[in-house]
T-cell receptor, first 118, second 114 residues
Framework: DGGITQSPKYLFRKEGQNVTLSCEQN?????MYWYRQDPGQGLRLIYY???????QKGDIAEGYSVSREKKESFPLTVTSAQKNPTAFYLC?????????????????FGPGTRLTVL | AQSVTQLGSHVSVSEGALVLLRCNYS??????LFWYVQYPNQGLQLLLK??????LVKGINGFEAEFKKSETSFHLTKPSAHMSDAAEYFC????????????FGTGTQLKVEL
């Protein structure tokens, strides 16, 4: 079953603790993305990776870190430096859509992880 | 810099009525435009995308959108709303055909009433 897995679905942490969100894909896509979603603000890009062992900061990278040691995995760590970490976090990959003609890449999204910091 | 503006954070329609969700973009170069749908506590699903091949783009679930350069708009429409269309809809813009670094609008919550 191909797709993007984000675990867990819901995550609770105490303030001041680092927490790592998992994102795994078996779509064989090179590019992966992390977004943060807050009510009324749409999605904002945190980090992205175009290829293994390489990643770039997005628009709101402060307080977050990532790694890309394997093509299939792009974990996101929310550090204690992130001042307002409670949000819905979405992971995405980029690959050919195959749905339309001509074929262009599109982003495919995982189901998300809702992080609540108490 | 590229950006999108979605007019109306909440839209309510009756079942069977026309759905119109507005999106205006700002871009200094020809854009690629996307509409995504999100159901509660789920990821986003692509409805349709404009990649300069045709100005009227048909997507899934009966939705379509028309690219109007003169109005810098890419409004999403559906002739007849169904209860299952209730969701949040996001317009997004990118410069590249690869969807790289999408910039999203703030979203429009669609409510469908009986």
């Amino acid at each position: 079953d191909g797709g993007i897995t984000q675990s867990p679905k819901y995550l609770f942490r105490k303030e001041g603790q680092n927490v790592t969100l998992s994102c795994e894909q078996n779509l064989n896509h090179d590019a992966m993305y992390w977004y943060r979603q807050d009510p009324g603000q749409g999605l904002r890009l945190i980090y992205y990776s175009q290829i293994v062992n390489d990643f770039q900061k997005g628009d709101i990278a402060e307080g977050y870190s990532v790694s890309r040691e394997k093509k299939e995995s792009f974990p996101l760590t929310v550090t204690s430096a992130q001042k307002n970490p409670t949000a819905f976090y979405l992971c995405a990959t980029e690959g050919p859509s195959g749905r339309n003609s001509p074929i262009y890449n599109e982003q495919f999204f995982g189901p998300g992880t809702r992080l609540t910091v108490l | 810099a590229q950006s999108v503006t979605q007019l109306g954070s909440h839209v309510s329609v009756s079942e069977g009525a026309l759905v119109l969700l507005r999106c205006n973009y700002s871009s200094s170069v020809p854009p690629y435009l996307f509409w995504y749908v999100q159901y509660p506590n789920q990821g986003l699903q692509l409805l349709l995308k404009y990649t300069s091949a045709a100005t009227l783009v048909k997507g899934i679930n009966g939705f379509e959108a028309e690219f109007k350069k003169s109005e810098t708009s890419f409004h999403l429409t559906k002739p007849s709303a169904h209860m299952s269309d209730a969701a949040e809809y996001f317009c997004a813009v990118s410069f590249t055909g690869g969807g790289n670094k999408l910039t999203f609008g703030t979203g429009t919550q669609l409510k469908v009433e009986l």
